[in-house]
């Protein structure tokens, strides 16, 4: 078992940055993929970002291309989120998620979750 905690999460103008961090513990945190997914008010959730074990290996969604950088310190059992030019789209609630998936599909699926964070940005 897995706990995630994120933070960092706020209220920011268009245009502007923020960055996300996911605190882990419970268990070796290089044993899992970690993700960063959100949740819209009326959408299903989805999936923004998301690294494998050893950080070598990233993922992102079309929607946030060339704007989020998703990054992780294994000494520190962190993951970050650093996002910039935000738009009023990428409001959400952003949660952490973590696997330990094999093959082609490891950044679609994950078994732990964090609580979210709210991320609201202005027009």
């Known amino acids: 078992q897995v706990q995630l905690v994120e933070s960092g999460g706020g209220l920011v103008q268009a245009g502007g940055s923020l960055r996300l961090s996911c605190a882990t513990s419970?268990?070796?945190?290089?044993?899992?993929?970690m993700g960063w997914f959100r949740q819209a008010p009326g959408k299903e959730r989805e999936i923004a970002a998301a690294?494998?074990?050893?950080?070598?290996?990233?993922y992102y969604a079309d929607s946030v291309k060339g704007r989020f950088t998703i990054s992780r310190d294994n000494a520190k059992n962190l993951v970050y989120l650093q996002m910039i030019s935000l738009k009023p789209e990428d409001t959400a609630v952003y949660y952490c998620?973590?696997?330990?998936?094999?093959?082609?599909?490891?950044?679609?699926?994950?078994?732990?979750w964090g609580q979210g964070t709210q991320v609201t940005v202005s027009s």
């Open positions: 998620a973590a696997n330990q998936r094999y093959g082609q599909s490891w950044w679609s699926e994950y078994n732990y």
């Open positions: 419970g268990r070796t945190f290089s044993n899992y993929n």
């Open positions: 690294i494998s074990r050893s950080g070598g290996v990233t």
